[in-house]
């Protein structure tokens, strides 16, 4: 049974306590019939609460009301219901409005979670796309293939903007896990505070604000592939957890103490030299060499010339038609002016570069003079 179809007869189940309950008030004689009906739904319904959420209490409390036992069940807020197992009349206490928002905020809390997880999917689905000419890409791309058919670490460093993530994607998409979730962390964007707890999720009641059980990124990423996304900036104090992970495969929610064990290829990406790190006592050496399994290093664009233009024409493409464009093209002079440049923020300020050209529409043909290049000379000078 889908979870939509549980929860609308869940809601079905608390309108019918509700017409009871309304019953009972006023004395209403009810039929044999309809009691058996009611308390059939009553007993379904307690059973998916049971089964969905855990709420033990509720279960019991339908369940023995549905056996026309009577049962006073404290744990909810003084609910009390005395269902006569042979009278053809129903009189007991049940505030159907705190059962009916009860369960509806019970429902919203599993859509939420719900619609969280699909987000978390969808938001990991990064391109795969990889344009290059340059033979150091070609070989790094090859190393990409070849590694991406086993479970191994993979440890991709390289400066911003060079396509770390992009070669992650495309570990993932040549995997035997492609068909299977693929997690993105940025670890950079998370607060220290709450990082453990996107790691590894939350009990309900674990600390201010933990209103209900919530999966961590290695829960979501079980059976496929979890990118830790700049990983050099991962508190010290969380690497050695993280490091149990990658050994022992399990783990504990926060607040919780049952292991959770798990089947997650990982890998990571870095900015930063985490050779330096460690030297500064700011990433554990043991960590580092957990992850660095296979170590794949992305040269910066400047180095590789050769992919500049390939890159340039893709990216216009691209934003043209997410931009609704007519198709462009670049000139030999604006190409050159482009190739000639050393791209300080790499393959990203390329592609913002590109996508601005885009926006601001020169027509069907780029000069070279409709390229604005805005780094200044220290910045040229240190990248040259």
Same mark, same amino acid.
């Given at each position: ?62 369940? &023995? /009301? =549905? ?8 744990? @909810?807020?003084?609910? #009390?219901? +005395? ?124 600390? &201010? /604000? =933990? ?8 829960? @979501?990423?079980?059976? #496929?592939? +979890? ?158």
């Amino acid at each position: 049974m889908t979870p939509n179809i549980q929860l609308r007869m869940m809601v079905y189940a608390s309108l019918l306590a509700a017409l009871t309950a309304a019953g009972a008030y006023l004395a209403i004689p009810i039929g044999p019939v309809p009691i058996v009906l009611q308390n059939l739904f009553i007993l379904l319904a307690g059973l998916l609460l049971g089964s969905r959420w855990g709420l033990a209490s509720v279960s019991v409390y339908l369940l &023995t /009301g =549905a056996l026309g036992l009577p049962v006073f069940a404290g744990g @909810l807020g003084g609910i #009390g219901r +005395l269902v006569g197992p042979t009278g053809g009349y129903l009189v007991g206490f049940l505030p159907a409005v705190f059962v009916i928002g009860w369960i509806t905020e019970k429902a919203k809390e599993h859509q939420s979670l719900v619609q969280e997880n699909t987000f978390l999917r969808e938001e990991s689905k990064g391109p795969t796309e990889i344009i290059a000419v340059s033979p150091s890409m070609c070989k790094i791309f090859e190393e990409a293939v070849k590694v991406a058919k086993t479970n191994a670490s993979v440890l991709i460093q390289g400066e911003s903007g060079t396509g770390k993530e992009v070669i992650a994607g495309a570990i993932h998409a040549h995997s035997l896990r492609a068909d299977r979730p693929y997690i993105r962390v940025n670890c950079a964007a998370i607060p220290d505070t709450l990082i453990e707890s996107e790691f590894f999720g939350h009990e309900k009641g674990a600390f &201010t /604000g =933990a209103n209900a059980k919530r999966p961590g990124r290695f829960e @979501l990423a079980d059976g #496929g592939t +979890l990118l830790l996304d700049e990983i050099s900036e991962i508190p010290l104090l969380l690497q050695p957890k993280l490091l149990r992970v990658i050994q022992e495969r399990e783990f504990e929610r926060v607040g919780g103490h049952k292991p959770i064990s798990v089947d997650v290829r990982l890998l990571a990406t870095s900015n930063r030299n985490l050779q330096e790190a460690i030297a500064q006592k700011l990433f554990r050496e043991d960590l580092y060499y957990r992850l660095n399994v296979v170590p794949i290093i992305i040269p910066p664009l400047r180095e590789r010339r050769e992919d500049i233009v390939p890159l340039a024409h893709f990216f216009l493409q691209k934003q043209c038609l997410e931009n609704h464009k007519k198709p462009m093209t670049l000139t030999s002079d604006a190409e050159q002016k482009l190739a000639e440049y050393p791209w300080p923020g790499n393959i990203r300020e390329l592609s913002n570069i590109i996508e601005r050209l885009v926006v601001l529409d020169y027509g069907p043909t780029i000069e070279a003079d409709h390229i604005v290049l805005e780094a200044s000379s220290s910045t040229l000078r240190s990248c040259v």
